[in-house]
């Protein structure tokens, strides 16, 4: 429990009476309430402390010492018994104060005084001074250096992260590891970690035990296939294949040859073209290389996507549902009636309202046949058959 003492409002008997400040019950708050409390702050200063309406207090030349106070502004009700003098206030008070002990040189102390509060009159005498109190104001305290110590105290921005010192000897927020514990039920595992490069992914850690936890690693690289945008990426076994769709439309790893090009060397062209009556060829026109004649619609080997001359205006070289490339009506777009409609070029994909309203060929969502189930799911998840009540069902798990 922390100790606290209480300020009484003091003034002599018979003296002016001042206004005080009226908090919503009507008490006057012309009292102070002061804790003891944990401060680290050791400042090293010297003051002079000028009580100009009462000179014997004044005080010169007083070493500051450690806070041992902080104090607010209260008001005193349901005194028992009542007080001796009720009709003795204080002026009012607004400000927090931090009291921290002093040593002042003092050859002559003040003199006796004969003091009245609302408690009682007295002599008081032996007057030493101890304590000097300062405003104070409550803030958030960012990340930094505590006074002139080397202790590292304060609040991020970023609720996750910790201030500490840093591997420069400075006072800075980083991130927390958060990694640890187990996936959730979809398998997945949250948190940050230290290093930029490393994601927080399950991991097995003991070869007796097959419950994964959650550790900072590298992350392994996605395997060639269909991504969440309906194109074909990912990593292939053997670095020079690329991830492109092959001619029945699945996204397979293959050998692509280089495609037409100019030889800087020799400035000569060489390369692959979309079509087997294709040549590489000069281009007077753009002095570069180009694949002559003009092609018609089919599968650019160089790429895997559809490419080539289309002989109705408007009609473009795009995949078809069964993955061959064919001369299609205007792609996804919206119509007179604001409409989506028109074709897409990758196989699973359909021309619907996206987010913000536009149309563009979108992932078709998971679904199906059970039998064949297909279709895009979020990142983590796969399309395929959940057990389902009284049916089963095509969904992402």
Do not use: W
């Amino acid at each position: 429990m922390k100790k606290f003492v209480v300020a009484i409002a003091a003034g002599a008997l018979g003296g002016m009476l001042c206004s005080p400040a009226v908090h919503a019950q009507g008490a006057a708050l012309d009292h102070l309430i002061c804790y003891r409390m944990q401060d680290k702050l050791l400042p090293k200063a010297t003051v002079d402390m000028l009580a100009n309406l009462q000179p014997e207090f004044t005080q010169k030349g007083c070493v500051i010492g450690k806070p041992i106070q902080f104090c607010v502004p209260a008001a005193k009700t349901n005194v028992q018994p009542p007080p001796v003098n009720p009709n003795i206030v204080g002026q009012s008070l607004d400000d927090d104060y931090i009291c921290y002990q002093a040593k002042c040189p003092n050859p002559t102390p003040p003199p006796s005084k004969l003091i009245v509060d609302q408690f009682g009159k007295r002599q008081q005498r032996a007057y030493k001074p101890s304590v000097i109190c300062v405003p104070a104001k409550k803030t958030v305290l960012g990340c930094g250096f505590l006074g002139t110590s080397k202790v590292c105290g304060g609040t991020c921005p970023d609720p996750t992260a910790t201030c500490g010192i840093d591997t420069a000897g400075q006072c800075n927020c980083t991130p927390k590891n958060t990694c640890d514990g187990r996936p959730d039920k979809a398998g997945a595992c949250g948190g940050t970690c230290p290093d930029p490069d490393l994601r927080c992914l399950p991991d097995v850690t003991s070869a007796t035990s097959n419950a994964p936890v959650c550790r900072c690693k590298k992350p392994v690289p996605p395997v060639c296939g269909i991504t969440a945008d309906g194109v074909c990426g990912g990593t292939c076994p053997n670095l020079a294949d690329k991830c492109a769709m092959d001619a029945v439309g699945q996204c397979t790893c293959q050998s692509l040859p280089a495609p037409c090009a100019m030889n800087t060397a020799d400035r000569t062209c060489g390369g692959a073209c979309p079509h087997a009556d294709q040549t590489c060829l000069p281009d007077t026109a753009t002095n570069a290389c180009s694949c002559q004649p003009p092609a018609a619609c089919g599968q650019d080997p160089t790429t895997g996507t559809c490419a080539g001359d289309c002989p109705t205006t408007g009609d473009l070289c795009l995949f078809r549902s069964d993955g061959t490339c064919a001369c299609q009506p205007q792609p996804c777009a919206s119509d007179a009636a604001g409409i989506c409609g028109g074709a897409c070029q990758l196989p699973g994909q359909q021309c619907q309202t996206d987010a913000t309203g536009a149309c563009n060929c979108v992932p078709a969502p998971c679904g199906g046949d059970v039998s064949a189930c297909s279709g895009a799911c979020p990142t983590g998840k796969t399309c395929g058959v959940v057990v389902g009540t009284p049916l089963d069902y095509c969904g992402c798990q």
